[in-house]
């Protein structure tokens, strides 16, 4: 989807906002630096994003350099209210810079906001369209669904795929980008089913899904619905193999799953000597500052709170868009944080399966 094809709705909106921002031009003068979190109140993963990013900050607020401030916004409502969030998180609140949820449409309506206003965007949407926006002064820190998929279908042998996956814009966007990584890697996905995330007719779902004879069945949702989807099909009999993105790695989907979670197989980063000390110290300075374990998410959200600092503290007076694009690598809780031309993760993914609640590789593939 590129950067100028919006639906008309969403040109309202954008209208909207560059209201916002003429009426904002003489915002507060301010001595910290202030980054934005956009969290719809919807997004599944909220207290993930909100949690990490605050660790993000206060970690960067222990070392030298400008305090850092964080604003979170984002509410509910009408077509646009989440765009207007967004830039009012610019006009109002003084931010330098924005974080975007893993939401799509949350993420393209901040970049609306970013190519206006030349706020840096870092993104935690796994969407491709996202780095196609045209927006230059953005990055993603997550992988790209074709990146993680692309390690699911070269290291499971299944003859019979199934994914089941949101329905609307983001299934959509899902589906384009599983497609393409099952066509590189010589793969079919027989079936994508679309599920709204309130579904609540489970049973009719499994008989759907074990209609199709899979042997293996990507659950590429929320952890709360693939969690509680995947214990369903174990209970109705289905024996073949689990497998979804990387933020299944979370207690949503362990709670719901329970023993179903047993064999679930995901991506994760492959970790150098020095990088999986950052991972440990981020994992154990979380555990200490929230009482429970870290998701993807919440390690994704620090890191891009982390860069966006970064980024500001170094371009000091400089217009930060100026920075872009990034040609450093910094050291995160995610691995390295680099990045291509286009803004898109440079990282090194292996397959990993749960055994025993915990993740463990399960070969040493990993993509180039």
């Known amino acids: 989807m590129s950067f100028n094809a ?4 969403i040109a309202f909106t954008v209208m909207t906002i560059v209201a916002c921002l003429h009426a904002g031009e003489t915002s507060q003068e301010n001595t910290n630096l202030v980054i934005g979190l956009l969290v719809p109140p919807e997004e599944p993963s909220a207290a993930s994003l909100r949690d ?3 660790l993000g900050v206060e970690q960067a607020n222990q070392s030298t350099g400008t305090h850092v401030s964080l604003v979170i916004r ?3 409502g009408q077509w646009g209210a989440d765009g207007v969030e967004a830039a ?9 810079g924005l974080i975007a949820p893993p939401d799509g449409a949350a993420t393209h309506l901040v970049l609306q906001v970013s190519g206006r206003t030349a706020v840096p965007v870092i993104s935690l949407c796994a969407d491709s369209s996202v780095s196609q926006t045209g927006v230059p002064w953005m990055v993603r820190i997550v992988p790209r669904t074709v990146d993680e998929a692309k390690i699911l279908f070269a290291g499971i042998h299944a003859s019979h795929w199934i994914a089941v996956i949101p329905d609307g814009r983001a299934g959509r966007e899902v589906a384009r980008d599983l497609k393409e990584a099952a066509t590189n890697n010589g793969c079919v996905i027989e079936k994508m089913i679309e599920v709204n995330l309130s579904f609540t007719n489970t049973a009719r779902l499994c008989k759907q899904i074990l209609a199709n004879q899979p042997d293996a069945v990507l659950l590429w949702l929320d952890a709360a619905n693939a969690g509680k989807l995947a214990k369903a099909l174990r209970a109705a ?3 073949g193999t689990f497998a979804g993105p990387s933020r299944l790695q979370a207690a949503e989907f362990a709670g719901a799953a329970g023993d179903a979670m047993e064999g679930l197989q995901v991506p994760g980063p492959i970790f150098e000597k020095d990088v999986m000390t950052v991972f440990q110290n981020f994992t154990s300075t979380f555990r200490t500052r929230f009482g429970h374990e870290p998701d993807p998410t919440a390690a994704a959200a620090c890191d891009a709170a982390a860069l966006l600092i970064h980024v500001l503290r170094q371009t000091g007076d400089r217009p930060a868009h100026e920075a872009f694009p990034l040609r450093f690598s910094l050291g995160g809780a995610t691995g390295i944080l680099a990045f291509d031309s286009q803004g898109n993760r440079k990282l090194k993914l292996q397959l990993l399966e749960a055994h025993g609640g915990q993740f463990v ?3 040493p593939k990993a993509n180039p």
């Not at 919006?6 to 709705?9: G, Q, T």
């Not at 009012?88 to 330098?96: F, H, W």
């Open 74 to 76: 984002g509410r509910a």
């Open 237 to 239: 009999g289905f024996t």
């Open 88 to 96: 009012r998180m610019v006009t109002d609140d003084g931010a330098l």
């Open 6 to 9: 919006r639906p008309a709705v």
């Open 52 to 54: 990490g990013a605050t």
């Open 361 to 363: 590789p399960n070969a």
